[in-house]
């Protein structure tokens, strides 16, 4: 396992990046940004440059938090953040990777409500797995994991699970699964904590390992380069984040 190692320096115009994702269809980074930017979708080559935007046409930017991929390539953005905790309706805007050379993209919208019983939560991270998205949210101690179908339309999420990692300030602001389903990685501000050898989407019955960074800053986007790399975002935040960072897991 190494040190967190610096790639590049985000184009200044992006101050809120709240995601990362690459797939094998394209060698640029996908990124977003969080409430209150413009609904774009950003591709950064590996140095943190701007080399593409995409205008998404027909949805406004609520609160985009994640990025996903399916094996086509078609990306997934989760605009499911909640911060004050009053949302009822989500939803995952699915941009096809066909208009990735385009500068403007229509999104599919796949919207989700909470199981009436649930309290509203803010929502950072999710990954896609055997076409059902598996999202995370963001809490001190214990928080859930959520199941939604990948298809059009509103649905009402099941409750996988839910869990409480060791330790203190283990908010999970990203989320990625490896392409071969094997590793999931659920990112935080000073550490990334690995899952492996579990059983079907029983994600934590398997080996839990907290890798920490030595480095604190309000990361917020991970995705998987290869089975035993990621890379990682950080907001800017004044002087500090605002970085492309890799980082080695085994």
Do not use: C
Request: hydrophobic fraction near 35%.
């Amino acid at each position: 396992m190494g040190q967190l190692q610096f790639l590049g320096d985000i184009n200044n115009s992006l101050k809120e990046v709240s995601a990362a994702e690459s797939i094998p269809q394209s060698n640029l980074i996908w990124t977003i940004q969080d409430s209150g930017n413009d609904s774009e979708l950003v591709g950064l080559n590996d140095k943190g440059k701007i080399i593409k935007t995409i205008s998404i046409d027909n949805v406004s930017n609520i609160d985009w938090e994640d990025l996903t991929s399916d094996q086509d390539g078609n990306l997934y953005i989760g605009d499911f953040g909640n911060n004050h905790k009053k949302r009822k309706i989500f939803r995952i805007l699915k941009i096809s990777v066909d208009n990735l050379h385009n500068t403007n993209a229509t999104a599919e919208i796949i919207e989700f409500t909470l199981p009436k019983k649930q309290s509203s939560k803010d929502f950072e991270g999710f990954f896609l797995w055997n076409n059902t998205f598996y999202i995370f949210s963001k809490e001190t101690k214990k928080f859930i994991v959520i199941k939604v179908p990948n298809k059009a339309g509103r649905h009402e999420a099941i409750i996988h699970s839910d869990f409480n990692l060791d330790g203190k300030d283990n908010k999970i602001t990203a989320a990625d699964i490896s392409d071969d389903g094997k590793i999931v990685v659920l990112l935080n501000h000073n550490k990334l904590w690995k899952l492996s050898d579990f059983i079907d989407d029983d994600f934590f019955s398997g080996k839990i390992k907290k890798l920490p960074f030595d480095h604190d800053s309000q990361k917020e986007g991970v995705t998987f380069k290869t089975n035993s790399k990621v890379l990682i975002t950080d907001e800017r935040n004044g002087t500090t984040g605002g970085n492309l960072y890799s980082f080695n897991i085994d």
